[in-house]
């Protein structure tokens, strides 16, 4: 790993590296947070997963996470949204391609060559970031509109591994909205079947281990009724008695500065549910 | 006055206008954040300036300072850090013409058209302001680098004006340090008697009104050594008995993560010297 930038943030490390991936098979980009905690013992993980367009910059200058993170002694990684570069497939649309991996390992040509943000994110981030850095195994992951969507899905999909989920304005429902259907149709092929593996509305259906989903909806959101839909993933919780908690924030939109506003909280929420877990 | 941005941020508004400014002669972008208690009382006004390069987004963006002013009920106006467009002059370099105005009224052609962001700043826009929004007339001012500069010089250039004034890694001495003399020969010309008079280190030593200077500085700012400097404030003031607070941070640099970090100090500095004043 190739530390490129190095920064005190209260009283901690805002650090980024670059580090060459087995998963995507390429360089990625990553945003590790230290709180000052971590100078003296080891601290647990909050992953943070972004949207579309975004890099592993957007999270760690605007959200003003790291406040509550030094307050309650957190490490944040916060990751990149696609393998990135001129050898990677991409797409001129903002919402396939470089900055939309949308956390799915991807089995159609070209993506299937590097699009692997699932197994990145779900395998070899945790493995990478415990053998690195003064952190416990305890995990906590977040993420807002497609990244709340992968935040959903991964902790979903991997009982135990989670201590705690929660998201910002997630895509609760990729089959069903324009950019989940165009996403998955690219990375997964037209067989809607293989899709409900990447669908939270889908995968809490089955889930064995009822992890509590907590989520935060901008009722100003201007994405809210066309491709984040969160009635869909409550109706769905609520009928196998999954735990679901959905906060409708009246006036917010899907901007960072929804996040920024409820980040501490959420932040609160995982570092109580990282304690119980000890 | 045109509402070019509007978005709830903890509990208030962040907005952003564009508006004719009589000062510049153009069009100048304006962001205002609101904070809740707004909605049925005035309140006090930060004014915020940004440093090098920045717009008015740098600050509503990345600095978190919505939070503390919600918590205190104190709206932050920050705008634009100089005139801007394809009819304005500008230099290729990032330290003069466009997003470098260094708050100066400007004397020397070409910047003699447009640049007057001393005259905009302590003049056209706390009328706007409180013309069109619902602030009190006590008011704040602060900024970064450049911004510091300008907080400090208008500050002590208008006593009376400003119950507080504080700055982050400011330039202290424009007519010492590189930025500073280019810039201030650039817009004022070569004679240096007429920097004084927007230069923080000359004009304590003749100030009327004795404005304490709040100032932090992180001791790992980059620029600390060549631009800064300000050590030369502090000495100037402590020889005439001006009140100066210089707070040596350490481990910070010049970024936003600096700001970030101590801002929430700073805004309630001056919401205490706001509440002082009534």
Redesign the interface.
């Known amino acids: 790993m190739e530390r490129i930038e190095h920064?005190?943030?209260?009283?901690g490390w805002?650090n980024v590296y670059s580090h060459r991936s087995h998963a995507v098979d390429g360089a990625m980009r990553l945003a590790v947070y230290l709180p000052p905690q971590a100078d003296t013992q080891k601290v647990p993980v909050l992953y943070w997963l972004s949207g579309l367009t975004c890099t592993e910059q957007n999270f760690i200058?605007?959200a003003?996470a790291?406040?509550y993170a030094a307050e309650h002694g957190m490490a944040i990684v916060a990751c990149d949204t696609s393998p990135r570069g001129g050898n990677v497939a991409d797409d001129s649309t903002y919402d396939l391609g470089q900055g939309a991996g949308f956390y799915v390992d991807a089995t159609v040509a070209p993506w299937s060559r590097h699009y692997r943000m699932y197994d990145y994110v779900a395998h070899e981030l945790p493995a990478l970031i415990e053998k690195n850095f003064p952190v416990t195994n305890r995990r906590a992951i977040s993420g807002h509109s497609m990244g709340g969507h992968g935040a959903l899905t991964i902790a979903l999909k991997n009982p135990g591994r989670y201590c705690s989920v929660s998201a910002f304005a997630p895509i609760v429902a990729p089959s069903r909205v324009p950019w989940g259907e165009r996403a998955l149709s690219a990375y997964l092929g037209r067989d809607r079947e293989l899709w409900r593996a990447y669908d939270a509305t889908e995968l809490v259906q089955t889930a064995n281990e009822k992890i509590p989903l907590l989520i935060d909806q901008?009722d100003?959101d201007e994405f809210l009724q066309t491709q984040l839909r969160p009635e869909l993933l409550v109706t769905a919780a609520e009928a196998v008695g999954h735990p679901v908690r959905l906060r409708m924030r009246?006036?917010?939109?899907h901007?960072?500065?929804?996040i920024?506003?409820f980040i501490?909280e959420h932040i609160a929420y995982h570092a109580k549910e990282l304690r119980n877990a000890r």
């Not at 009246?250 to 939109?253: E, I, P, S």
């Open positions: 920064r005190v943030c209260f009283g805002q200058t605007k003003g790291q406040r901008g100003a009246h006036g917010y939109d901007s960072y500065y929804f920024a506003s501490g």
